[in-house]
């Protein structure tokens, strides 16, 4: 089997529905055949290292452990799921502080066992702050960690398809923007549906309302249907996000990544934005919208800005001025 690599991929958090099916969607991707799982609930990373040595893939050297220093020693590239999950009723912004707290563990672990990592994907809520959290705990360049935020707009391409009765895939140009969460921006004034622009299929303003609420309901709308938060789908596109970082095909969802610019007005957050990962890191460029657009990107910027701020007043990470202690690269 031909790989992409054969440098460590690290899956924190294995032991869990999301992990298990990275650590399968990784080999079926042939990313790399050095893969270690990890999760400190012994059990459940166990059994799903068994079942991954049940499926025989070719040349796989997959590892299990509970040891963050075995886990973390060497890796290249990373992939966590390892906090909490949302459970019906709850909002991502609900796990703030226990997630929060978590990712800054995980930075640390990066700082003191695998400095030389090439690229970390955060992918457990609310991923812009504990992405952010990790990001400033573990000492790594804003390029070398991304956070996930595909499925905001990869749920809005659904909505599109199914309004328009067009294949998914013939949706383009709607992306949704700033945070994963409930104030997320939703650009789709540029959209393409089967080549048209989105104003020739006479969208009425009722519609667009309820599409929005699709696409902003879309995590809670799956817990509903399957009694627990998505796996399938944050797997899959958080293994092409590494897959991208390894050298492979080219990332071009969004991803959060971390925005520090004043001629974009956006600041000292992590937040989705027009992006591309590639084995250089990710890459960020300015979003364009209509006023009304932009105006949502800027509230999902405040509403980021408030949640940075509640975990500083935690004091889960040290005031903005001051993360240049912890890590030179902000």
Not at 82 to 100: Q, V
Not at 130 to 148: E, H, Y
Request: charged share 20%; aromatic share 8%.
């Amino acid at each position: 089997m031909k790989f992409l690599t054969d440098e460590k991929l690290l899956i924190v958090g294995a032991g869990g529905m999301i992990g298990s099916n990275m650590a399968q969607t990784a080999m079926m991707l042939g990313l790399t055949p050095n893969i270690c799982l990890y999760d400190i609930y012994e059990p459940g990373v166990h059994g799903v290292a068994e079942e991954m040595y049940h499926c025989a893939f070719p040349e796989a050297n997959i590892t299990w452990t509970v040891d963050p220093e075995v886990a973390f020693k060497d890796a290249k590239y990373i992939i966590s799921s390892g906090g909490a999950p949302r459970k019906e009723g709850m909002t991502r912004e609900d796990l703030l502080k226990g997630n929060c707290q978590i990712a800054a563990e995980f930075g640390e672990l990066i700082e003191k066992y695998c400095p030389d990592v090439k690229h970390v994907v955060v992918i457990f809520n609310p991923a812009d702050v504990t992405a952010l959290t990790a990001l400033i705990r573990s000492g790594l360049k804003p390029n070398q960690l991304t956070s996930l935020a595909a499925l905001d707009s990869t749920r809005l391409q659904e909505a599109l398809a199914a309004e328009c009765g067009v294949q998914q895939c013939k949706v383009t140009n709607a992306y949704t923007y700033g945070g994963h969460g409930e104030a997320m921006a939703v650009f789709a004034s540029e959209a393409l549906i089967d080549g048209k622009p989105i104003s020739e299929y006479n969208i009425s303003e009722e519609r667009w309302a309820e599409i929005k609420h699709t696409t902003i309901q879309g995590g809670s709308n799956i817990i509903k249907l399957r009694g627990r938060s998505s796996f399938q789908s944050p797997a899959y596109q958080a293994v092409k996000m590494i897959e991208a970082a390894m050298g492979g095909e080219k990332f071009t969802w969004p991803a959060g990544c971390y925005v520090n610019c004043d001629k974009i007005g956006f600041k000292n957050v992590m937040m989705a934005m027009p992006t591309v990962i590639d084995a250089d890191g990710v890459h960020y460029t300015a979003p364009k919208g209509t006023p009304e657009e932009m105006a949502a990107l800027q509230a999902s910027y405040e509403h980021l800005c408030k949640m940075r701020d509640e975990i500083v007043s935690l004091g889960i990470v040290p005031p903005v001025a001051e993360w240049y202690k912890e890590n030179p690269n902000l």
